[in-house]
């Protein structure tokens, strides 16, 4: 099982409309979570991180974390066609030997059409 | 622009040249990463530096070589490299490695290619 799972997509939606990101996480222990958008060819961006249970959001963004089911997800509302990138998930565990180790996904390619 | 500046953007060496790429950043993080990025791959960690010392190395071959002058700077010293280490080279930097909750910050990378 990887450390951490999303679905790669592609995932296609119309501009305005809600995109769902998700991810699986393996270890129960993990303390910390974080979104990163990449456009093509270029570095990752942070664009939210979530410590706790529940929801964060930050403007058209929110993350979701549920610890018991090992799940933390991000929306993007009314979706632009300039969220069109690529979406890691990223977890870190937060102890011992694996301080300072994130561990991402695969990313998911979304694309947002006019 | 981000504000871990990353210097040269876009590097092409032959297999014996020796080079090496910088990264600096004047946020006061104490803690400083390369990664290794393929196209159509998550990054994967080299090294990670905690206040100056080398504190976790993956297993990366002795062709690449890091250093930390201090705790503003991350030097990756290339040498004898491969083909198949063609690839995109990310520096990050955070708060503090120890802490769990600090998020990674990324330089815009490297475009490394090996003739």
């Known amino acids: 099982q990887k450390e951490v799972e999303q679905n790669s997509g592609p995932l296609s939606v119309p501009e305005g409309a809600i995109a769902s990101l998700n991810c699986t996480y393996s270890d129960r222990g993990s303390q910390s979570f974080f979104w990163y958008r990449q456009y093509s060819g270029k570095s990752p961006e942070l664009i939210m991180f979530?410590?706790?249970?529940g929801d964060k959001e930050d403007g058209r963004f929110t993350a979701q974390l549920n610890k018991a089911s090992q799940y933390v997800s991000l929306l993007i509302r009314d979706s632009q066609p300039s969220d069109s990138a690529t979406y890691l998930c990223?977890?870190?565990?937060?102890?011992?030997?694996?301080?300072?180790?994130?561990?991402f996904g695969r990313g998911t390619q979304l694309t947002v059409w006019p | 622009d981000t504000e871990v500046t990353q210097t040269p953007k876009h590097l092409v060496m032959g297999m014996t040249n020796k080079k090496s790429l910088k990264c600096e950043q004047h946020m006061g993080h104490r803690a400083m990463y390369w990664y290794k990025q393929k196209a159509k791959k998550p990054p994967e960690l080299m090294f990670v530096y905690s206040y100056e010392k080398l504190s976790i190395n993956e297993s990366v071959p002795s062709r690449f070589s890091p250093e930390c002058p201090n705790s503003s700077l991350l030097n990756l010293h290339l040498h004898a490299l491969q083909p198949e280490d063609s690839a995109l080279y990310l520096c990050?930097?955070?708060?503090?490695?120890?802490?769990?909750?600090?998020?990674?910050?990324f330089g815009d990378g490297t475009r490394l290619s090996i003739l």
């Open positions: 990050a930097s955070s708060q503090d490695s120890g802490n769990r909750n600090q998020p990674q910050h």
């Open positions: 979530i410590y706790s249970n």
């Open positions: 990223a977890v870190n565990r937060g102890r011992g030997s694996t301080l300072g180790r994130l561990y």
